[in-house]
Nanobody, 120 residues
Framework: QVQLVESGGGLVQAGGSLRLSCAASRSIFTINAMGWYRQAPGKQRELVAAITSGSSTNYADSVKGRFTISTDTSKNTMYLQMNSLKPEDTAVYYC??????????????WGKGTLVTVSS
């Protein structure tokens, strides 16, 4: 089991920055991959950025060059630094962790989300 708690969302003007945090209930070393997803009103949830246990990263084209995903293993926390925010970045942002079991079955864990609102 992994509990995930997001924080750092809020209201920001276009062009501004926010840093989201996702605190995990267990060592990040025991988690195979983590990621940030977002869901805007009326839209499907989409991948924003992901990071593996080997520190490989992947970003959605819409956020490349503006967002940075990272982890702090000492704090068991994942971050999403968001710069140059746009109104279209407005969404609920969710944290996800993937743990692959001994039976090689991937288990997904989700946080409850944090709202980011970017005003124009």
């Amino acid at each position: 089991q992994v509990q995930l708690v997001e924080s750092g969302g809020g209201l920001v003007q276009a062009g501004g920055s926010l840093r989201l945090s996702c605190a995990a209930s267990r060592s990040i070393f025991t988690i195979n991959a983590m990621g940030w997803y977002r869901q805007a009103p009326g839209k499907q949830r989409e991948l924003v950025a992901a990071i593996t246990s080997g520190s490989s990263t992947n970003y959605a084209d819409s956020v490349k060059g503006r967002f940075t995903i990272s982890t702090d293993t000492s704090k068991n926390t994942m971050y999403l630094q968001m710069n140059s925010l746009k109104p279209e970045d407005t969404a609920v942002y969710y944290c996800k962790a993937v743990v692959i079991t001994i039976a090689t079955i991937p288990l997904d864990y989700w946080g409850k989300g944090t709202l980011v609102t970017v005003s124009s």
